[in-house]
């Protein structure tokens, strides 16, 4: 029984580049977070999804942030134009429902943006 | 305000000793949940403990154990026997409200040595 699957586990993009990061949740899972990890800071939330819906994007940031999550094939968390500021590890978390006692977080995808 | 405060930038403990971990939070609801991640140099996030506001008994999972002093708003980890492996980030973190509430809130975490 796979745990919550990340890819990549690091990725390096330049200024201005794209950023895509993939997270597949838990077989029978259809609930997933994602929180993002600045440098010796803990994890924020960024955005809640179900399939094919984005139910809580609030600590999303408004601007070249965006999330996914299509009715087939993993979640994708898109960070168009990266800056330095977007170097970070990324987590994504699934729970078969609603709900923060149930969470299995991934391992982290790390962007460098050189 | 902070609503979970780790006050321990880093710990240091010799094998085999037991290791106590704070964690303060800050809440105005009555029903909550508690939680305690690890994360080692390789990064995962790996959880290891969760107390309800509601559990009348302190959480355990092995040599984890969990002091919940509720009046006092803290709920920090005890690590009994304390192994080499042990060593690495360790993160409080807390769900307010009902358990429909999927927001975790994390503390900025301890760094854990154990020194053989």
């Known amino acids: 029984n796979a745990g919550v699957m990340q890819n990549p586990r690091h990725l390096v993009r330049r200024r201005g580049q794209e950023a895509r990061l993939r997270c597949s949740p838990m077989?029978?899972?259809?609930?997933v977070y994602w929180y993002r990890q600045l440098p010796e800071e803990g994890l924020k939330f960024m955005v809640y999804?179900?399939?094919?819906?984005?139910?809580?994007e609030s600590g999303m940031p408004k601007e070249r942030f965006s999330a996914e999550f299509p009715k087939e094939g993993p979640s994708i968390l898109r960070i168009q134009q990266v800056v330095r500021g977007d170097s970070a590890a990324y987590f994504c978390?699934?729970?078969?429902?609603?709900?923060?006692?149930?969470?299995?977080f991934g391992s982290g995808t790390r962007l460098t943006v050189v | 305000a902070q609503k979970i405060t780790q006050t321990q930038p880093g710990m240091f403990v010799q094998e085999k000793e037991a290791v106590t971990l704070d964690c303060t939070y800050d809440?105005?609801?009555?029903?909550?949940?508690l939680f305690w991640y690890k994360q080692p140099s390789s990064g995962e996030m790996i959880f290891l403990i969760y107390?309800?506001?509601?559990?009348?008994q302190n959480a355990t999972e092995g040599r984890y154990s969990l002091n919940f002093q509720k009046a006092r708003k803290s709920a920090n980890l005890v690590i009994s026997a304390s192994q080499l492996g042990d060593s690495a980030m360790y993160f409080c973190?807390?769900?307010?409200?009902?358990?429909?509430?999927?927001?975790?809130?994390f503390g900025k975490g301890t760094l854990l040595t154990v020194n053989p």
């Open positions: 978390a699934s729970s078969p429902m609603t709900g923060g006692d149930g969470y299995t």
């Open positions: 077989k029978g899972h259809s609930h």
């Open positions: 999804l179900q399939k094919e819906n984005i139910i809580d």
């Open positions: 809440t105005s609801d009555q029903s909550y949940g």
């Open positions: 107390q309800g506001s509601y559990d009348e």
């Open positions: 973190a807390m769900r307010e409200g009902l358990s429909s509430n999927y927001k975790l809130t």
